[in-house]
């Protein structure tokens, strides 16, 4: 009987260590498992932070904040854990929060989804649970003038909060210098920013982008833009959109001008230097105030990069490639009144000449549309579903989702953590980046006076829009000279594309091997030179 008793408690002992072994194996193999599915760049879930939320229904921020906690497509790739809004969440607010409905809206997302935490400043956000977390995105859709200080503040806490990538709305800062303070505070702290220009991956765009490169001379692009605004609601319009019509609605189509067809600001200084490189439609452009604010009511202008340089000559005997096509002009339209639509122009031309009907390769002129006929029945659906909801959100309902997806995938990629580093993973194609609103931006601040210099205030008494700040204005023998010399240059093709502002006449820092750096207008006949001279610059 002992030895029997002996022999149980031996095999009892043995199992009890047997499973221990067990537990603790599995434990360990877990946290292995679970450390290198986190490193791969592919955890279960990416944490989204979303900074802004607005009016439930009727703000860009709600919508963000609607898709990424209902849409299969971001519920899949993401979790969202805090909102961050200044305004509502304010207790000096409370009673706007209660008549606007977030204070129900909020409770609704709270009570499906209790991992959200709603708090009022980006100091507030939670935690990040460990530094392995996994990859951060931040959503941010405050007013165009809050955006730079808040993504200074989400890179300054990126250590406490694990924030790794930051998606920002369009147009990314109020100006130019704003948004390359952005860009500069990104690089330093390595935080990719995404700005939110979703019609450069819209299904018109990708087919005009088709379209264009199957063509064997550069064609002619018009960049359409309409709104379904009415002069009742114009006031309203001006002034919630204060930075104006090519910074905030026009500024889409410059950004598929920069993305899709290579568009820079040089080329459009470029442009401004020869006669009839900017030309502005005084029969469709118009000027108006309301409510205090003078802007835009509809706006066309044209932009001829044939013969400037930076622009390659096209080959015919190329086949058709991915990169950014050759155009020979960009025309960009936008009217605040014209309707729900958008579209993408493409005329042939033929030789020198424009030819409407076809080109040497038989391509026809052909207009794509936004949205289109396909999408108009999910498009009334949508509205139906949510009444509040202003229209051109509900035209891009679907193109906001696929810009969100892209932006997730990206940032599983290529988070610190990552075993493939940042560089070695591709820039999704038409997501635009930092650089491309930095680009948008500077060639906004660039026609907009020079187009409100042209259009007339149609009605009241307002003034020209705010220009950007300027340098003071250079000696009269230069700021009369100089635009002669640099005009007739680039039109011999001497000058490169680094020309310089023609409204003020004033030459930006120009870097070259052979002359070290020329700022000034004293400099020009050595820089011409150098130029004449390189084999860089031909």
């Known amino acids: 009987a002992a030895a029997m008793i002996k022999m149980h408690l031996d095999s009892g002992v043995a199992q009890f260590i047997a499973w221990l072994v067990y537990i603790v194996a ?5 946290r292995f498992i679970r450390s290198r599915v986190a490193g791969s760049g592919r955890p279960g879930k990416t ?7 607005g009016l439930p229904g009727r703000s860009m921020g709600c919508t963000h904040l609607e898709q990424l906690l209902t849409e299969h497509e971001l519920t899949s790739r993401c979790e969202v854990v805090c909102v961050v809004e200044p305004f509502f969440m304010d207790p000096a607010h409370a009673d706007a929060a209660d008549r606007s409905g977030f204070t129900t809206f909020r409770a609704r997302v709270q009570a499906e989804h209790p991992q959200v935490a709603f708090v009022r400043g980006i100091e507030d956000i939670p935690k990040a649970p460990e530094p392995r977390s996994g990859p951060c995105l931040a959503v941010v859709s405050l007013r165009t003038i809050d955006a730079p200080r808040a993504v200074a503040d989400l890179i300054d806490g990126r250590a406490r909060t694990g924030i790794s990538h930051i998606l920002l709305e369009k147009p990314a800062a109020p100006d130019a210098v704003s948004c390359r303070q952005i860009r500069e505070k990104a690089q330093e702290a390595k935080v990719p920013v995404y700005v939110g220009y979703n019609k450069n991956l819209a299904p018109y765009a990708r087919m005009a982008m088709e379209h264009v490169r199957s063509m064997h001379l550069p064609p002619e692009i018009e960049l359409i833009h309409h709104n379904d605004f009415t002069d009742a609601t114009l006031a309203e319009c001006f002034t919630r959109c204060a930075e104006g019509a090519l ?10 001008a920069v993305c899709c067809f290579g568009l820079t600001h040089n080329l459009v200084l470029a442009a401004g230097c020869v006669e009839g490189g900017l030309t502005e439609d005084p029969s469709f452009t118009r000027r108006e105030r309301h409510a205090g604010h003078t802007d835009f009511r509809s706006l066309r202008l044209s932009i001829c990069l044939e013969g400037l340089p930076g622009q390659r000559a096209p080959d015919p005997s190329a086949r058709p490639s991915r990169a950014r096509p050759p155009v020979r002009s960009i025309t960009i339209t936008a009217d605040r009144c ?6 993408i122009r493409v005329a042939p031309s033929h030789g020198s000449s424009r030819s409407l009907v076809t080109d040497a390769a038989g391509a026809k002129e052909a207009l794509f549309k936004m949205p289109l006929d396909s999408e108009r029945p999910g498009i009334a659906e949508c509205l139906r579903e949510r009444p509040e909801m202003r229209m051109y959100f509900a035209t891009q309902y679907g193109d906001y989702i696929v810009l969100k997806a892209l932006a997730l995938d990206h940032a599983a990629a290529t988070w610190p953590e990552a075993p493939t580093g940042a560089n070695e993973v591709p820039w999704p194609e038409g997501l635009a980046s930092i650089d491309d609103a930095v680009e948008v931006l500077t060639i906004a601040e660039y026609l907009e006076p020079w187009l409100c210099k042209r259009v007339p205030v149609a009605n009241g008494s307002g003034g020209p829009l705010q220009a950007p700040s300027a340098p003071p204005r250079p000696h009269p023998r230069v700021r009369w000279g100089l635009p002669r010399l640099a005009a007739r240059e680039v039109r011999r093709g001497a000058l490169p594309s680094t020309a310089f502002n023609p409204t003020t006449a004033v030459l930006p820092t120009l870097a070259h091997p052979q002359l070290g750096r020329a700022s000034s207008a004293r400099n020009l006949a050595a820089y011409m030179t150098c130029c004449k001279s390189s084999t860089a610059h031909g």
């Open 26 to 30: 599995g434990i360990a193999a877990a």
């Open 338 to 343: 014209g309707g729900d639509w958008s579209g």
């Open 247 to 256: 910074k905030n609605m026009a500024c889409h189509e410059l950004a598929l």
């Open 47 to 53: 944490r989204v932070v979303v900074v802004g939320c």
